[in-house]
C-alpha cells in the first residue's frame, strides 16, 4: 500500500487554507504535519478538515508558533510537548497510526548566532535528542517538519554567505546531526542527492523562487527500516507560487507499507 505523508510549515493556518484544502484532495496524501499554525486552540479551523474527510490534532498558541497533524486515518495516541513540559507544546505534536510513529516539530529558528535564542535553539535538539531516546522505539518512526537547519551547503543558495546565520551555522548543524545519529535517514536525498532543492524562499528577496534562491530546512527524516521502504520523496513548488503563499512549500515523502 503507499502511503504518503508531507511536512508543510503553513505560516499561518487561517491564512493559507486556500493553498492547503486543495492541495490536500489533489495530492491524496496521508499525513499532513503543518507547522506554525499561528492560532490557539480554540480558533482552529478544523471544520474545514473535516469536510474533506481528514482528522485533525493541533497544539498551538495565538499568533506564534503552533503543530498539527491531518490525517485520513484517527491516530491511536495524540501528545504534545516534551513530556510534562507546556511551554513546548506548540513547537512538537506526536500522533501514532498502528505501528507508525509521526513526530511533527517546529524547531526554534535561532534568531542571532550571538542571542540567547540560538543557545535556546542549541538546547531544544538536546532535549529532542532526549525525549527521543526515551519515548521512541526505532522501528517505524518519522521526524518531520520544520527543523531550521539547511544541513549542508548543497541545501542552501550560497553556503559562503549564510554560514554565520542561525539555520546554517556549523553548530546547529552539527546539533541536528546529533539528533539523527539515532538512526534517523533524510529520505529525499535518497532520492534526490543534488544540489538547489529548497523548500523555503524568504518572502523578502525579490523573486526568490525563480532565481533559485532558497534553502532546504523542511525535513523527512525515517528510521532505517521505513526509509527502506521510502518510494520516492519530492518538493512541490506550486503551493509556493500561488496567490498569498506560505514562505515555505510541501515537501512529500511516499513509503511501501
Known amino acids: ?34 507547522q506554525e499554525t ?9 471544520a474545514d478538515f473535516h469536510r474533506i474527510g481528514y482528522h485533525i490534532v ?21 501528545a504534545s510537548g516534551f513530556d510534562s513540559e507546556p511551554e ?5 505534536i506526536r500522533a501514532r497510526f ?37 519515548t521512541i522505539k526505532m522501528d517505524y518512526t518519522v521526524w518531520c517538519g520544520d527543523i531550521n537547519v539547511a544541513p549542508e551547503d548543497k541545501d542552501v543558495h550560497n553556503p559562503e554567505r549564510l554560514k ?19 538512526g534517523f535517514v533524510d529520505v529525499f ?18 523573486n526568490s523562487v525563480e532565481r533559485g534562491l532558497g534553502w532546504r530546512v523542511d525535513h523527512i527524516l525515517a528510521t532505517e527500516k521505513l526509509a527502506e521502504r521510502c518510494v520516492d520523496s519530492y518538493i512541490d513548488l506550486k503551493p509556493r507560487l500561488m496567490k498569498k503563499p506560505s514562505d515555505h512549500t510541501p515537501l512529500v515523502a511516499e513509503f511501501d507499507i
Not at 60 to 78: C, D, F, T, Y
Not at 88 to 92: G, I, S
Open 1 to 34: 500500500m503507499r502511503f504518503r505523508i508531507a511536512t508543510f510549515n503553513v505560516n499561518s493556518i487561517r491564512s493559507r487554507l486556500h493553498i492547503v484544502i486543495p492541495w490536500l484532495r489533489e495530492n491524496q496524501i496521508d499525513v499532513l504535519c503543518m
Open 98 to 134: 498502528g505501528d507508525m510513529d509521526i513526530i511533527n516539530t517546529y524547531v526554534p529558528q535561532g534568531f542571532k548566532i550571538d542571542s540567547p535564542k540560538y543557545q535556546y535553539k542549541l538546547e531544544w535538539f538536546n532535549r529532542l535528542k532526549d525525549y527521543f531516546k526515551r
Open 189 to 206: 536525498r535518497i532520492h534526490h542527492p543534488e544540489s538547489g532543492q529548497y523548500t523555503f524562499f524568504d518572502y523578502r528577496v525579490r
Open 58 to 78: 493541533f497544539s498551538g498558541s495565538k499568533g506564534r508558533n503552533g503543530v498539527a497533524i491531518a490525517s485520513l486515518q484517527e491516530p491511536n495516541e495524540v
Open 38 to 46: 499561528k492560532v490557539d486552540d480554540r480558533n482552529f479551523p478544523e
Open 164 to 182: 554565520n546565520h542561525v539555520c546554517f551555522h556549523i553548530n546547529a548543524r552539527k546539533a541536528f546531526e546529533s539528533v539523527k545519529s539515532l
Open 88 to 92: 513546548d507544546r506548540d513547537r512538537l
